[in-house]
């Protein structure tokens, strides 16, 4: 199965910060990765699929890179409801795998 | 708009079978994948496997022993059955309309205990 590894797996930040979340998989997933975003007793939403496509309705201080084997999700000035777990996840290869998570918390 | 919501029974006892349904609402299941993800504290986000609309399926190979996923597009609705359960099947369960999942159900919760 393709690994997916994600970095940094907790992350502290303010307001306004801008961050940037990585996600390295362990063979080329072409550029199927996509970003979610979960807060506690919610399900994942979908931000960023093929890598680098806004899901709609997503802010655009929300982006995505990469192809390959390497991808970022970058918030451009972090917001107070931005504060959640992301995760990764690429569907090019089965079985489809998850990072393991990014907990962004205030600092 | 587009809605997913699982059911089924929260508790199961080990060694038996867990079956859970999601019903979708709000679109046609035809020409889409569904797929079922579950959630744990300690391995985090695991996909299950998908259906597609006519019947298709794929599964994880570390679970594909004990899945079967199906669907019946007249009730618009699929199925999950995962087989001789234990202790390490307690998980959140989510139902998601995929490639790639953007559409996911609330989420139940299924505890494997006597």
């Known amino acids: 199965a393709t690994q997916m590894t994600q970095s940094p797996s907790s992350l502290s930040a303010s307001v306004g910060d801008r961050v940037t979340i990585t996600c390295r998989a362990s063979?080329?997933?072409?550029?199927?990765l996509a970003w979610y975003q979960q807060k506690p007793g919610k399900a994942p939403k979908l931000l960023i699929y093929a890598a680098s496509t806004l899901q709609t309705g997503v802010p655009s201080r929300f982006s995505g890179s990469g192809s390959g084997t390497e991808f970022t999700l970058t918030i451009s000035s972090l917001q107070p409801e931005d504060f959640a777990s992301y995760y990764c996840?690429?569907?090019?290869?089965?079985?489809?795998?998850f990072g393991q998570g990014t907990k962004l918390d205030i600092k | 708009q587009v809605q997913l919501q699982e059911s089924g029974p929260g508790l199961v006892k080990p060694s038996e079978t867990l079956s859970l349904t999601c019903t979708v609402s709000?679109?046609?299941?035809?020409?889409?994948?569904w797929s079922w993800i579950r959630q744990t504290p300690g391995k985090g986000l695991e996909w299950i496997g998908y259906?597609?609309?006519?019947?298709?399926?794929n599964y994880n190979p570390s679970l594909k022993s004990r899945v079967t996923i199906s669907v019946d597009t007249s009730k618009n609705e699929f199925s999950l059955k995962l087989s001789s359960v234990t202790a390490a099947d307690t998980a959140v369960y989510y139902c998601v309309r995929t490639i790639p999942p953007d559409v996911w159900g609330k989420g139940t919760t299924v505890t494997v205990s006597s």
């Open positions: 063979q080329g997933v072409r550029s199927d």
């Open positions: 996840l690429q569907d090019y290869n089965y079985p489809f795998t």
């Open positions: 709000g679109v046609s299941m035809i020409s889409y994948y």
């Open positions: 259906i597609y609309y006519n019947g298709t399926t």
